[in-house]
């Protein structure tokens, strides 16, 4: 596990929103902006978890961790979560976009309906989301979103043709986001992770062969865990990296 010890003092006292916040990478990284001494929201479905963790990280550190529940799949709720964690926090200066769902799907049984609820979780959210934290960070003279996407697009994955679409298009949509936002001072940048070890991979999808598997191709030969997204992404988030925008940037431990 990564023992990420750099500090953004630029980070201090900013609101940030991370989607998804409530387990794997996103619970990381909630935990890794308020050690900063930012402000943290953080959206999610799932209500016990997410209460769980804003109430262990709030009182540790500069501000409260706030909890919001919503379904990132009704551009309705975004709307109106967005304009609270506004109203409670004020202009959001920093956004990820982390939350996903990597469902397995075969192609003979995919769905209309199910496409559509794979699309809306894994793509559409990331762009209303954006869309409605945009004019805050503008007013308040710029920003930083960072997209998740993943490696898996590049890998020919036989059962995530929904998901893979999504996580390709984010780059696009990074691209296109990056020049729209740039001369307003809104950097728009996107990770990709590769084999992040989370507690829900190890009981929905990793297998001990699959994982030796990926080690295998993998430079670096140990285990990568949701810390190891921290560094990158509190990077991205902050001034240190504020000449860099339109950028997908992969954390996968040099996979070959
Ligand atoms: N873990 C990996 O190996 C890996 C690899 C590549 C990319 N990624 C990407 O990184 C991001 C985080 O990965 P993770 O493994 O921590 O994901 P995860 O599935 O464990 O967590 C995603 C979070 O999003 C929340 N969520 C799901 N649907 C929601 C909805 N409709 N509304 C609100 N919240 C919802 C979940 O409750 C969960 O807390 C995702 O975008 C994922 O696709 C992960």
């Given at each position: 596990m990564a023992d990420i010890?750099?500090?953004?003092?630029?980070l201090k006292d900013r609101t940030?929103?991370?989607?998804?916040?409530?387990?794997?990478?996103?619970?990381?990284?909630?935990?890794?902006f308020a050690r900063q001494g930012a402000k943290v929201a953080f959206i999610d479905i799932a209500e016990e978890p997410s209460r769980a963790l804003a109430v262990k990280l709030s009182g540790?550190?500069?501000?409260?961790?706030?909890?919001?529940?919503?379904d990132l799949r009704d551009v309705g709720a975004i709307k109106s979560t967005v304009a609270a964690v506004e109203a409670d926090l004020g202009a959001i200066r920093v956004l990820v976009?982390?939350?996903g769902w990597d469902d397995r799907h075969d192609i003979d049984t995919t769905t209309e309906e199910y496409w559509d609820n794979n699309q809306a979780i894994n793509l559409k959210q990331v762009f209303f989301v954006s869309q409605a934290a945009a004019p805050g960070m503008r007013a308040a003279g710029g920003g930083a979103i960072i997209n998740f996407s993943s490696i898996v697009f590049k890998m020919n994955p036989p059962l995530l043709s929904s998901y893979a679409t999504a996580k390709s298009g984010i780059i696009g949509l990074t691209k296109?986001?990056?020049?729209?936002?740039?001369?307003?001072?809104?950097?728009?940048?996107?990770?990709?992770p590769g084999m992040i070890v989370t507690q829900r991979q190890l009981d929905l999808w990793l297998t001990e062969d699959g994982m030796a598997k990926m080690m295998d191709r993998q430079c670096l030969k140990r285990v990568l865990s949701p810390e190891d997204l921290v560094g990158p992404v509190l990077f991205?988030?902050?001034?240190?990296s504020g000449a860099m925008t339109g950028q997908a940037?992969?954390?996968?431990?040099?996979i070959f």
């Amino acid at each position: 596990m990564a023992d990420i010890q750099a500090q953004f003092p630029d980070l201090k006292d900013r609101t940030v929103l991370v989607t998804g916040g409530g387990s794997g990478i996103g619970a990381s990284l909630v935990e890794a902006f308020a050690r900063q001494g930012a402000k943290v929201a953080f959206i999610d479905i799932a209500e016990e978890p997410s209460r769980a963790l804003a109430v262990k990280l709030s009182g540790q550190f500069a501000h409260s961790v706030a909890f919001y529940h919503a379904d990132l799949r009704d551009v309705g709720a975004i709307k109106s979560t967005v304009a609270a964690v506004e109203a409670d926090l004020g202009a959001i200066r920093v956004l990820v976009n982390n939350a996903g769902w990597d469902d397995r799907h075969d192609i003979d049984t995919t769905t209309e309906e199910y496409w559509d609820n794979n699309q809306a979780i894994n793509l559409k959210q990331v762009f209303f989301v954006s869309q409605a934290a945009a004019p805050g960070m503008r007013a308040a003279g710029g920003g930083a979103i960072i997209n998740f996407s993943s490696i898996v697009f590049k890998m020919n994955p036989p059962l995530l043709s929904s998901y893979a679409t999504a996580k390709s298009g984010i780059i696009g949509l990074t691209k296109s986001f990056a020049g729209r936002f740039g001369p307003e001072n809104i950097r728009v940048n996107a990770v990709l992770p590769g084999m992040i070890v989370t507690q829900r991979q190890l009981d929905l999808w990793l297998t001990e062969d699959g994982m030796a598997k990926m080690m295998d191709r993998q430079c670096l030969k140990r285990v990568l865990s949701p810390e190891d997204l921290v560094g990158p992404v509190l990077f991205l988030a902050s001034d240190s990296s504020g000449a860099m925008t339109g950028q997908a940037i992969t954390v996968d431990g040099g996979i070959f």
